[in-house]
């Protein structure tokens, strides 16, 4: 079993910057490739990055691409999603979920974990 907590949501201008984190308990954190979602009113949750066990390989949607980065520190039991240059359109309930393998995903079917969500809201 894993437990994970996201912090770090907020309100914002457009053009700022938030910093996700996501701390992790249960069993071992550095087995499990994570992930980042975010689910917006009325519409379905969507992927938003993802980082392997080790931290090597990391892939984003390309809404983000080039503005958020997703990094994990394995000492810490801690995923983070730094997102930048926030727009509106990035306002969403934000997920944090450890996936139930070690290889990155972008399919929320692979994680078996989720937390309660942070909410980021970025005003125009």
């Known amino acids: 079993q894993v437990e994970l907590v996201e912090s770090g949501g907020g309100l914002v201008q457009a053009g700022g910057s938030l910093r996700l984190s996501c701390a992790a308990s249960?069993?071992?954190?550095?087995?499990?490739?994570m992930g980042w979602f975010r689910q917006a009113p009325g519409k379905e949750r969507a992927f938003v990055a993802t980082?392997?066990?080790?931290?090597?390989?990391?892939s984003y949607a390309d809404s983000v691409k080039g503005r958020f980065t997703i990094s994990r520190d394995n000492a810490k039991n801690t995923v983070y999603l730094q997102m930048n240059s926030l727009k509106p359109e990035d306002s969403a309930l934000y997920y944090c979920?450890?996936?139930?393998?070690?290889?990155?995903?972008?399919?929320?079917?692979?994680?078996?974990?989720w937390g309660q969500g942070t909410q980021v809201t970025v005003s125009s």
């Open positions: 249960g069993r071992a954190f550095s087995n499990y490739a």
């Open positions: 979920a450890a996936s139930l393998g070690r290889v990155v995903r972008t399919s929320e079917t692979f994680y078996g974990y």
């Open positions: 980082i392997s066990w080790s931290g090597g390989t990391t």
